[in-house]
């Protein structure tokens, strides 16, 4: 079973910067792909980036140029580093892995995420 925990989420203002991190642990050796995703309070989920060793990444168009994803040297944690963030970013933000070009299916069960709200 692999698990995976999500943090670095906080409250700050339009503008800022936030690093979330997604451990990966339990059954697997290595990661293959894992994405990160963002979900409004009552809404549906969305994908917004995705990792693949050794550096593939692609993006969300609502957050390319202002998000970056990478990973660990050991490729158990996976970030995202959010810059420039507005309100609309404000969100649970949660990984999970997936394959590249389809990070709608995950493959793990879902952690609990990491709340971020941005204020204007």
């Known amino acids: 079973q692999v698990q995976l925990v999500e943090s670095g989420g906080g409250s700050v203002q339009t503008g800022d910067s936030l690093r979330l991190s997604c451990v990966v642990s339990?059954?697997?050796?290595?990661?293959?792909?894992v994405g990160w995703y963002r979900q409004i309070a009552g809404g549906h989920r969305d994908w917004i980036a995705s990792?693949?060793?050794?550096?593939?990444?692609i993006y969300a168009d609502s957050v390319d140029g202002r998000f970056t994803i990478s990973a660990d040297k050991l490729q158990k944690i996976v970030y995202l580093q959010m810059a420039d963030l507005e309100p609309d970013d404000t969100a649970i933000y949660l990984c999970?892995?997936?394959?590249?070009?389809?990070?709608?299916?995950?493959?793990?069960?879902w952690g609990q995420g990491t709340r971020v709200t941005v204020s204007s």
């Open positions: 339990g059954d697997i050796v290595s990661i293959t792909a």
């Open positions: 990792f693949a060793p050794p550096n593939r990444t």
């Open positions: 999970n892995i997936a394959p590249l070009y389809r990070p709608l299916i995950s493959l793990a069960p």
